[in-house]
């Protein structure tokens, strides 16, 4: 018994003209769905820088307060000389010495300095109140970096 081979080649498809291709109407909305959604993606990009810059800002505040409270910790017997009153901003002094006078003096000025030198026009306050302190930093938003807002931080902690 022989099996009829059938000429797989040989088959004519016929396709009508209304299905010849993508059209340039479809082309179009392709790439109007494709840029909206890129613009979506440059913008969560954008968003995300600016949090992660606010976020070092913070992170870099809470720092310096435990770096003031660890000073205050280990001078206890002096606590009360580490008030620093509310003022003007200090400017950042890449060359600042410690003058080995006093050391609550010392640790405050170095402190200051830190402030100005690590946060955009970082500036704080220490109230010292027995065995209590309370540390408050603030600091301004980075044109540069796109902040989206001014910072500040209070720590109370009892020593």
Not at 71 to 84: E, F, P
Not at 111 to 136: F, H, K, Q, Y
Not at 140 to 159: H, K, Q, Y
Request: aromatic share 4%; glycine share 8%.
């Amino acid at each position: 018994m022989q099996v009829p081979v059938r000429n797989v080649f040989a088959c004519k498809q016929t396709f009508s003209s209304n299905q010849a291709g993508f059209g340039m109407i479809e082309v179009l909305v392709a790439l109007l769905v494709l840029s909206i959604g890129l613009l979506g993606m440059a913008s969560l990009q954008t968003t995300g820088l600016k949090m992660t810059s606010g976020a070092q800002n913070h992170t870099q505040a809470i720092l310096l307060a435990q770096d003031l409270v660890e000073r205050g910790r280990v001078n206890r017997s002096r606590l009360s000389d580490y008030a620093v009153p509310a003022g003007n901003a200090p400017a950042c002094n890449v060359d600042f010495e410690i003058e080995n006078t006093d050391v609550a003096e010392d640790d405050k000025g170095e402190w200051r300095n830190s402030l100005a030198c690590l946060l955009p026009a970082g500036n704080g306050e220490v109230a010292v109140n027995g065995d209590a302190m309370v540390i408050t930093i603030t600091w301004a938003a980075r044109d540069n970096a796109g902040d989206i807002d001014d910072g500040e931080l209070e720590l109370e902690v009892t020593l």
